[in-house]
Nanobody
Framework: QVQLVESGGGLVQAGGSLRLSCAAS????????MGWFRQAPGPGNEREFV?????????YYADSVKGRFTISRDNAKNTVYLQMNSLKPEDTAVYYC????????????????WGQGTQVTVSS
Protein backbone atom coordinates (compact mmCIF):
# COMPACT_ATOMS: atom_id res chain seq x y z
CA GLN A 1 0.00 0.00 0.00
CA VAL A 2 1.27 3.46 -0.95
CA GLN A 3 -0.24 6.72 0.23
CA LEU A 4 0.49 9.91 -1.71
CA VAL A 5 0.09 13.50 -0.56
CA GLU A 6 0.61 16.41 -2.95
CA SER A 7 1.50 19.95 -1.98
CA GLY A 8 2.75 23.14 -3.58
CA GLY A 9 -0.22 24.19 -5.67
CA GLY A 10 -1.52 27.73 -5.72
CA LEU A 11 -2.28 30.82 -7.76
CA VAL A 12 0.42 32.23 -10.01
CA GLN A 13 0.55 34.70 -12.87
CA ALA A 14 1.30 33.57 -16.40
CA GLY A 15 5.03 33.18 -16.86
CA GLY A 16 5.56 32.30 -13.22
CA SER A 17 6.74 29.11 -11.58
CA LEU A 18 5.55 26.59 -9.03
CA ARG A 19 7.04 23.42 -7.62
CA LEU A 20 4.75 20.59 -6.70
CA SER A 21 5.78 17.90 -4.25
CA CYS A 22 4.35 14.46 -3.67
CA ALA A 23 5.30 12.66 -0.49
CA ALA A 24 4.84 8.90 -0.45
CA SER A 25 4.41 6.62 2.52
CA UNK A 26 4.89 2.90 2.42
CA UNK A 27 7.73 0.68 1.48
CA UNK A 28 9.71 0.28 -1.71
CA UNK A 29 9.08 3.77 -3.09
CA UNK A 30 12.07 3.48 -5.40
CA UNK A 31 10.57 0.62 -7.42
CA UNK A 32 7.54 2.64 -8.48
CA UNK A 33 7.25 4.79 -11.54
CA MET A 34 5.81 8.08 -10.33
CA GLY A 35 3.58 10.16 -12.53
CA TRP A 36 1.88 13.53 -12.56
CA PHE A 37 -1.51 13.94 -14.20
CA ARG A 38 -3.84 16.90 -14.38
CA GLN A 39 -7.52 17.50 -14.86
CA ALA A 40 -8.76 20.85 -16.06
CA PRO A 41 -12.09 22.27 -14.88
CA GLY A 42 -15.19 21.76 -16.96
CA PRO A 43 -17.38 18.85 -18.02
CA GLY A 44 -15.82 16.22 -20.21
CA ASN A 45 -12.22 17.05 -19.33
CA GLU A 46 -10.33 13.86 -18.72
CA ARG A 47 -7.30 13.37 -16.54
CA GLU A 48 -4.28 13.86 -18.79
CA PHE A 49 -0.70 12.74 -18.51
CA VAL A 50 1.86 15.43 -17.63
CA UNK A 51 5.12 13.70 -16.69
CA UNK A 52 6.53 10.54 -15.19
CA UNK A 53 9.80 9.26 -13.79
CA UNK A 54 10.81 5.64 -13.45
CA UNK A 55 12.64 4.09 -10.53
CA UNK A 56 15.80 4.39 -12.61
CA UNK A 57 15.10 8.12 -13.17
CA UNK A 58 14.07 7.85 -16.82
CA UNK A 59 11.71 10.73 -17.52
CA TYR A 60 8.68 11.12 -19.76
CA TYR A 61 6.80 14.31 -20.66
CA ALA A 62 3.67 15.36 -22.47
CA ASP A 63 4.45 17.48 -25.51
CA SER A 64 2.51 20.38 -24.00
CA VAL A 65 4.95 20.70 -21.08
CA LYS A 66 8.29 19.69 -22.60
CA GLY A 67 10.93 22.34 -21.96
CA ARG A 68 8.83 23.99 -19.24
CA PHE A 69 8.25 21.27 -16.63
CA THR A 70 10.82 19.05 -14.95
CA ILE A 71 10.06 15.94 -12.94
CA SER A 72 12.51 14.59 -10.39
CA ARG A 73 12.55 12.27 -7.43
CA ASP A 74 14.42 11.86 -4.17
CA ASN A 75 14.17 8.23 -3.12
CA ALA A 76 15.78 8.95 0.25
CA LYS A 77 12.88 11.28 1.03
CA ASN A 78 10.19 9.22 -0.74
CA THR A 79 9.26 12.34 -2.67
CA VAL A 80 8.69 13.24 -6.30
CA TYR A 81 8.70 16.82 -7.57
CA LEU A 82 7.30 18.69 -10.53
CA GLN A 83 9.03 21.98 -11.26
CA MET A 84 6.75 24.05 -13.47
CA ASN A 85 8.18 27.10 -15.23
CA SER A 86 6.76 29.50 -17.80
CA LEU A 87 3.27 28.64 -16.67
CA LYS A 88 0.34 29.36 -18.98
CA PRO A 89 -3.36 29.82 -18.22
CA GLU A 90 -4.01 26.50 -19.97
CA ASP A 91 -1.93 24.78 -17.28
CA THR A 92 -4.73 25.53 -14.81
CA ALA A 93 -5.92 22.21 -13.40
CA VAL A 94 -5.94 19.94 -10.41
CA TYR A 95 -2.62 18.10 -10.43
CA TYR A 96 -2.47 14.52 -9.21
CA CYS A 97 0.48 12.38 -8.23
CA UNK A 98 0.28 8.66 -8.93
CA UNK A 99 2.37 5.51 -8.59
CA UNK A 100 2.58 2.43 -10.79
CA UNK A 101 4.77 -0.58 -11.56
CA UNK A 102 3.89 -1.35 -15.15
CA UNK A 103 5.55 0.10 -18.25
CA UNK A 104 2.46 1.97 -19.42
CA UNK A 105 3.48 5.30 -17.92
CA UNK A 106 1.22 7.43 -20.14
CA UNK A 107 -1.98 5.57 -19.25
CA UNK A 108 -3.75 6.71 -16.10
CA UNK A 109 -5.44 3.30 -15.80
CA UNK A 110 -2.09 1.64 -15.16
CA UNK A 111 -1.52 3.62 -11.97
CA UNK A 112 -2.38 1.86 -8.74
CA UNK A 113 -2.20 4.68 -6.22
CA TRP A 114 -3.31 8.30 -6.39
CA GLY A 115 -3.04 11.38 -4.24
CA GLN A 116 -5.93 13.73 -3.51
CA GLY A 117 -4.74 16.42 -5.91
CA THR A 118 -3.53 19.98 -5.60
CA GLN A 119 -5.01 22.97 -7.43
CA VAL A 120 -2.85 25.02 -9.77
CA THR A 121 -4.36 28.22 -11.13
CA VAL A 122 -2.53 30.38 -13.66
CA SER A 123 -3.95 33.84 -14.24
CA SER A 124 -3.45 35.74 -17.46
Amino acid sequence: QVQLVESGGGLVQAGGSLRLSCAASGRAFSIYTMGWFRQAPGPGNEREFVAAISGGARTYYADSVKGRFTISRDNAKNTVYLQMNSLKPEDTAVYYCAAERSAAVYNSRSYDYWGQGTQVTVSS
